[in-house]
């Protein structure tokens, strides 16, 4: 029962990180104009970044692979976007702070099962190592 409850956890995180990696680019301008409202810098690449990372990290947590990596990655990125993009203590025009209270909070919450899924992980051998 541990190993199947794992195992889903682990698979709706990947696709958590995998379906947003998609949309970034399937809804371009979206993501742009969302980040740039935040008044981040070096939009395209930080974008195209992020998503390729997203969807590469999130294929591996589902596959079972590098999941450690991946998900402390995912950490240090969820940290970094509810900072530059879910800063609720400042005012941009057009932009709701209670939904971004809300989505900074949800994010501390995917963080902590990222940091569940990593330690729970350190205990098993790498499964790249042992087909």
């Avoid at 958590?16 to 740039?36: C, D, N, Q, S």
């Avoid at 530059?84 to 900074?104: A, C, M, S």
């Amino acid at each position: 029962m541990q190993n199947a409850l794992m195992a889903v956890g682990r698979i709706l995180l990947g696709l958590y990180f995998l379906l947003p990696g998609i949309a970034k680019f399937a809804a371009w301008e979206r993501h742009v104009t969302l980040m740039e409202t935040h008044e981040m810098s070096m939009v395209p690449p930080l974008l195209v970044l992020s998503g390729l990372f997203q969807i590469a990290g999130g294929l591996c947590l589902i596959l079972n692979r590098q999941v450690v990596v991946c998900a402390l990655g995912f950490v240090v990125m969820i940290l970094l976007i509810n900072v530059n993009l879910h800063d609720f203590w400042n005012v941009y025009e057009g932009v709701n702070p209670e939904r971004e209270t809300q989505n900074f909070v949800k994010n501390l919450g995917i963080l902590a099962g990222l940091l569940v899924l990593a330690a729970a992980n350190m205990e098993q051998p790498n499964r790249d190592d042992h087909p």
